[in-house]
């Protein structure tokens, strides 16, 4: 009797584990198949390649167009920005705390780093219109400081902790036998890391790119707040942009449910959700190629 | 001619003192052995002569090691000079990942030895000089990695030779080979002796006794005898050496 319980609950535990394994997956495709059938009449209707291509952004204009290249440019403006100051100084930064720094400091560091994960976008938005926004407009003589290059820095911050404790990561599982050789032949510390560990570390430091790239395209808060939003197609850093998160929050609310706009704020939703399942296939991709190397 | 000189050396890991007062004089262009059960200290001594064990904090060495002349101990020693000079092949191969060429233009490149058709030329000396040159000429570009491990501590002996070092330190070199491998290594030291000064610390007595030409016997970080090789494994002086060499020691 009791042996007949106990195989009883063994089925059901078996059972509970395997819906919570499969309800994260089941959840991904259930959220793509809403946002692809949501957004597959207007698509249609408006004729993709002209959506996908399409210089203007005016969503309530008679005829109302819905060009969505400015505000991927948007996206790509800032995220690009980000990752360009992110990647330099998480590098050093993730150097430093593998590297340089003593035990103690470690510590101190890879906590304070973490931290900053911890900050809520719309504080760090916050901080970006008080403080940063000023600051760009004075220095490069600008009408206004909310710009892409504000947001930019924003979310190279944001970026930061993920690319810091990757690159992190992939330098401190170098093998030790590799530095230890290099020093044997007279390399100099920073011959050793930029000669040896860093290229050995090079997969891992990659995927540290992509996922900050996954991070940065997907916030919406603090780029809502610091990037001035006016749907243009940018030539510089130094103009506001709207990215493609920022056009969903900022209009979502105010949309007439079931109209064309109403759907493209759906169609901007699928192509955000395709651009990070690339971004994130490519950096599992490649940890995944290292893992199998080492 | 003697090349190394060492005078009552104490070397400490923190509070374990790992060798105590090692005297011991290497002579140029030999082979000298250095056994002794898990962890009587050879390899701390080796490590002692390139300097390698100040990667490790807390340690501390007392005395005196002369290369040349110079002691080596010295604050004032370029430790860049001297890693040149004295060589390390590490007990399992340690090729950088990086292809074949760049494995061994990577010391040309970090002390500007070489560059441009030089380095090539380098390049192939020091693959030469290992035996490997013929079986790997078409094959530079190849991942260093995707050698046997013979190959690869053959790579590691001719990344060394390519900066010219006089001192080849081996920390049981053979350790990761099978015996096959083991003998073309052995028989590569013979070669190389030519040209430089070999220490080799080994687990393996059989070894010590075919390729060396003399023998340091160490037992809990003393050197407790050293002489000849011959004379080491037929006529031991002390009897710890006899009852290690005879195996009833460990």
Same mark, same amino acid.
């Given at each position: ?13 078996? +059972? =509970? @584990? ?8 089941? &959840? %991904? $495709? *259930? ?85 900053? +994960? =911890? @900050? ?8 970006? &219109? %008080? $403080? *940063? ?162 | ?250």
């Amino acid at each position: 009797m009791t042996r007949m319980k106990n195989r009883f609950l063994e089925k059901i535990i078996e +059972a =509970a @584990i395997f819906l919570s394994g499969i309800v994260a997956v089941l &959840i %991904v $495709v *259930l959220i793509f198949i809403f946002l692809f059938k949501e957004s597959f009449s207007f698509f249609v209707k408006e004729n993709m390649l002209a959506v996908l291509l399409g210089r203007n952004w005016y969503p309530i204009s008679d005829p109302p167009q819905f060009g969505f290249l400015p505000l991927m440019m948007g996206s790509l403006f800032v995220t690009m920005g980000a990752i360009v100051i992110a990647v330099p100084f998480g590098l050093a930064a993730a150097l430093y705390i593998s590297e340089v720094a003593p035990a103690w400091l470690k510590d101190i560091l890879k906590t304070g780093i973490e931290l900053l +994960a =911890a @900050i809520p976008s719309i504080v760090l938005g916050f901080i970006g &219109i %008080v $403080v *940063l926004a000023p600051l760009i407009k004075n220095f490069f003589h600008l009408g206004s400081g909310l710009t892409a290059l504000a947001g930019s820095i924003m979310l190279a911050f944001m970026a930061m902790p993920t690319i810091v404790s990757i690159i992190e990561d992939a330098i401190t599982s170098v093998p030790r036998s590799y530095k230890q050789g290099a020093l044997a032949l007279g390399a100099t510390h920073w011959q050793t890391i930029r000669r040896v560990i860093i290229p050995a570390a090079f997969p891992g430091i990659i995927a540290a790119v992509m996922l900050g790239i996954g991070r940065v395209i997907g916030e919406t808060m603090a780029v809502l707040m610091i990037t001035g939003n006016a749907a243009i197609m940018p030539t510089t850093l130094l103009q506001p942009v709207r990215t493609l998160t920022a056009t969903i929050a900022a209009e979502m609310g105010e949309v007439i449910r079931g109209s064309s706009h109403y759907y493209s704020l759906f169609g901007i939703g699928l192509i955000l959700f395709i651009i990070t399942f690339v971004i994130n296939l490519i950096a599992d991709l490649v940890l995944h190629r290292r893992r199998i190397n080492g | 001619m003697t090349i190394i000189k060492v005078a009552d050396l104490d070397f400490c890991y923190g509070k374990f003192q790992a060798l105590i007062r090692v005297n011991l004089e290497v002579e140029a262009n030999k082979i000298t052995a250095l056994i002794g059960p898990s962890g009587c200290g050879k390899s701390t001594f080796l490590r002692c002569l390139n300097r390698m064990n100040d990667l490790i904090e807390g340690t501390k060495a007392k005395g005196r090691i002369e290369i040349e002349g110079k002691n080596i101990l010295s604050s004032k020693v370029d430790l860049v000079d001297l890693r040149k000079k004295v060589g390390m092949v590490f007990q399992r191969p340690n090729p950088f990942p990086l292809s074949i060429f760049e494995n061994i233009a990577f010391g040309l490149r970090i002390h500007r030895l070489a560059k441009g058709v030089e380095l090539e030329q380098i390049v192939r000396q020091s693959l030469e000089a290992v035996l490997l040159w013929d079986e790997l000429k078409d094959k530079l570009k190849r991942s260093a990695l995707s050698l046997t491990l013979e190959q690869q501590q053959r790579l590691c002996l001719s990344r060394l030779i390519a900066v010219k070092p006089e001192i080849l330190l081996m920390d049981e070199p053979c350790s990761a080979l099978d015996p096959v491998a083991t003998l073309k290594i052995e028989e590569l030291m013979q070669i190389l002796k030519k040209d430089y000064t070999i220490l080799i610390v080994t687990h393996n007595m059989q070894q010590a006794a075919r390729v060396s030409d003399a023998t340091g016997f160490f037992l809990l970080g003393e050197m407790v005898e050293f002489d000849r090789t011959g004379k080491i494994f037929t006529a031991p002086q002390d009897k710890r050496t006899e009852d290690y060499i005879t195996g009833r020691y460990g």
